[in-house]
Structures are given as C-alpha cells and as structure tokens.
C-alpha cells in the first residue's frame, strides 16, 4: 500500500520539476538587447520625424507618388529607388542623403504602425529604431543599404514584411 502511494507522489514531484525546468528554459529563449535605453530623446524623435517627412515631400515633388507611412508605402518607396538609380549614377554625397532620409521615413514607418522609437546606439553612427515594447531593435539605414547594394534584387516590402514578422514574433516569445 505504501509503495504505490510512494511512486505516485514520486511521479507527482518529478512532474511538477520537470514542468519548472522547460518553463525555466522558455523564458531564457528571450534574450534582451545588450543595451535597453532608459529614456526617450525628443530632440532625436523630432529629428528623424523631419528627415522621413523630407523623403516624403521629395518623392511628392520628384516623382508625384504619396508615401503616407503605410505598409503599402515601402513598396512605393522601393519603386522610386529603382527609378532613381536606374537613371543616373549618383554622388556619394547624395547617396549619403538619400540613405538618411529614406531610412528615416523606412524607420518612422514601422514605428507608426508597429511601435518604436529612434535611439541612438553607442555602437552606431546613424540612430536605430527601438521598441521596448518587445526589447526589439533594428537599423533601416543598414535595410536601405542593402537596398542600394542590390537595388532590383532587393524588395523593400519584403524586408519590411519580414521585419514586422520578427516584431509579433518577438512580442509572442515575450507574452509566453
């Protein structure tokens, strides 16, 4: 009588650490970036605000194509990139602008629709976007530059599509 209430109890207890091991082992899948900002710079968020607003006022201007910071939008913005280098070689400094501006309506897109904001990261030069959200990071002038890189065979919604994707994975793994 002893013995089986003894293994049912031994079975019990077993169950319950084996269920505190893998619960343990999920939350350390989670990793955090190793640099979490502990505040908000406006003057940045203002900045990068400014810049996306020039990529959108310029492409109104020069190519007559609305960007209005929808998903949409980035495939808008990937046309008017392959337009733009297919009719002229452009000076590095004009490449540099473009980047910017272009990076920052990229940027300011997924922190419109997703969240997010502009931080400026000890390891970079230019900001990344960040969403403490989900302790997500990435660098849209690093996408654009891949972007300029491989021009036709890089599609901007893709990548802005894939992102997103890592984005709601991450807020899962992070709700779990």
Not at 27 to 54: C, G, H, S, W
Not at 132 to 155: G, H, Q
Request: glycine share 2%; hydrophobic share 40%.
């Amino acid at each position: 009588m002893i013995l089986p209430v003894f293994i049912i109890l031994l079975i019990l207890i077993l169950g319950v650490f084996i269920y505190f091991i893998v619960d343990a082992k999920k939350t350390k899948t989670v990793e955090t970036p190793p640099y979490i900002p502990n505040f908000q710079d406006e003057q940045l968020q203002k900045k990068m605000l400014r810049e996306a607003q020039t990529c959108a006022e310029s492409v109104m201007t020069t190519f007559d194509k609305m960007l209005d910071y929808t998903e949409e939008s980035i495939k808008t913005l990937d046309d008017v990139i392959n337009e733009l280098y297919s009719k002229k070689d452009l000076g590095t400094d004009i490449q540099e602008r473009i980047l910017v501006t272009y990076g920052a309506y990229f940027g300011q897109t997924f922190i419109n629709n997703m969240s997010g904001i502009w931080f400026q990261h000890p390891n970079f030069n230019l900001p990344i976007v960040f969403s403490p959200k989900a302790l997500f990071e990435f660098s849209p002038f690093e996408i654009l530059k891949d972007k300029f890189r491989l021009l036709d065979k890089y599609d901007l919604s893709i990548a802005y599509h894939d992102l997103v994707t890592q984005y709601r994975r991450r807020l899962n793994e992070l709700r779990t």
